[in-house]
């Protein structure tokens, strides 16, 4: 699904991010480990086809509506978490019932049920984060790729995140950590 070879991106001429070699297949779970600043967040940008300002080869075979990144800072936007949620399924064309029903499972999933009618501009930054995966979510992607999914997570949270990315069968996923991630959760680690 995704082959990357001598991947190098520059920035005011200072490689930021450099990755020789990094195969994914279709339905694995693959961690980026690596300090701050080692690049993690700039290949998963390449990947989300956010950033196209590199030399080296990547092959992606998932069309970039079928891609969905959250980001490291998730960003949500104004009116309630369900309305956050439920926004890529309505540009897609989703009616309003169907859309609300499925963004409202998600939220029940990742533990944000009774925050449904809250302001999103009102919440922590470990709520934010599960409200951004949340409205990934719902969209069904073939590739996921999160940024540091665990940052802001108390316990509760952390649970309610990695037990719904470990059901997540269909859907390959690449996320990044500056902490080591459990076994359970990758199938396999790459270090930047």
Known sequence: ????????????????????????????????????????????????????????????????????????????FRGTVLSNVTYGLRARGRPRGPAREQAQEWLVRLGMADSIDRSGEGLSGGEKRRVALARALVLEPRLLLLDEPFSDLDVAGIEAVTNVLMELSDTTLVLSSHVDLPGSLVTSAHRL
């Open 1 to 76: 699904m995704i082959k990357v070879r001598n991947l190098v991106v520059e920035r005011g001429g200072a490689v930021i991010c450099a990755v020789p070699r990094l195969e994914v297949a279709a339905g694995e779970r693959v961690g980026l480990l690596g300090h701050n600043g080692s690049g993690k967040s700039t290949l998963l940008r390449v990947l989300a086809g956010l950033d196209g300002d590199y030399s080296g080869h990547c092959l992606i075979d998932v069309p970039l509506k079928d891609r969905t990144f959250v980001h490291q800072e998730p960003w949500l």
